[in-house]
């Protein structure tokens, strides 16, 4: 197996508390960059939140975003795949998310066209809309904006039991060929169009675009959301605070992003 693809996630894998990439990440990606392999990333960010990381990094590929919900080409600009949630769908989770039982635990986002549209502003929303460097367009009941199908819709919260209840109930609820849940934290809980993960996202960048197998690729992440792009590569790795079901699917697991994990995996399977 020779790895021509490196495909890094984004938070948790390549930035930490920080919100950057450290320098020694930078310079062990640029080593393999140097010896001709590419780096793409993929990440449940908005693009347009996740492309500076595209750009500290020097990628030259599309950009996977929104899970693979939404992969676009930097250089031009083109969308070349948009899959968003089904109106159907978004408008039964938004009517879950307004259940009294919930309304006061949540914050709720949805977005379309790469713009993030919020219920009301609130500490914590506040919060993710400062580390995600993009602005919050405040839009009362989101149900009243569902003239379109949205990229994702994400229910957030500091309360991680309301979370865990939350995703237990809709995994009971839906089938995957309804609707994509996943996490990209404890305290967020993603829906996306069933067809939409980064495993999907990833075999359309190396297969249709590039040309390649996935069997040369190599990719490394820390969460829920990650599972089918590390299952469906040829190499994958998990970051060392990635959960328990994350590393089990990993054929290594890096010290955590704190430690320049992925610097290290690159060091150990590239270099």
């Not at 908005?46 to 992969?71: D, E, T």
């Not at 009294?100 to 993710?128: A, G, I, K």
């Not at 149900?143 to 991680?160: G, Q, W």
């Not at 040829?234 to 320049?260: C, F, H, I, N, Y």
Request: charged fraction near 25%; proline fraction near 5%.
């Amino acid at each position: 197996m020779g790895i021509c693809l490196l495909v890094l996630d984004v938070d948790g894998t390549i930035a930490g508390k920080s919100n950057q990439v450290s320098e020694v990440v930078k310079t062990a990606i640029a080593e393999v960059q140097n010896r001709g392999i590419r780096v793409a990333i993929a990440t449940g960010r908005m693009y347009c939140s996740a492309l500076r990381f595209h750009q500290a990094i020097g990628a030259q590929l599309p950009l996977i975003a929104y899970n693979g919900a939404w992969i676009q080409d930097p250089t031009t600009g083109e969308i070349l795949r948009h899959s968003p949630l089904s109106l159907q769908s978004a408008r039964e989770l938004l009517d879950y998310y307004e259940d009294p039982q919930w309304r006061d635990r949540l914050d709720v986002h949805c977005y379309w066209d790469d713009r993030l549209y919020v219920r009301e502003s609130t500490p914590y929303t506040v919060e993710y809309v400062k580390r995600s460097g993009i602005e919050a367009n405040i839009g009362g009941d989101l149900r009243t904006l569902l003239d379109r199908p949205p990229t994702k819709v994400l229910a957030l919260s500091p309360d991680t039991e309301a979370i865990r209840q939350i995703t237990t109930h809709l995994k009971n609820r839906y089938l995957p060929s309804e609707i994509y849940l996943t996490q990209s934290s404890p305290n967020f809980l993603e829906a996306t169009h069933p067809n939409v993960n980064k495993g999907t996202a990833l075999r359309f960048l190396a297969e249709e675009i590039l040309g390649d197998s996935l069997e040369n690729v190599m990719a490394i992440g820390d969460n829920y959301n990650d599972l089918e792009m590390l299952k469906s590569v040829g190499l994958g790795v998990a970051m060392g605070d990635a959960p328990t079901e994350v590393r089990k699917v990993s054929q290594w697991v890096a010290p955590s992003v704190e430690e320049d994990g992925v610097a290290a995996a690159i060091a150990k399977f590239l270099l």
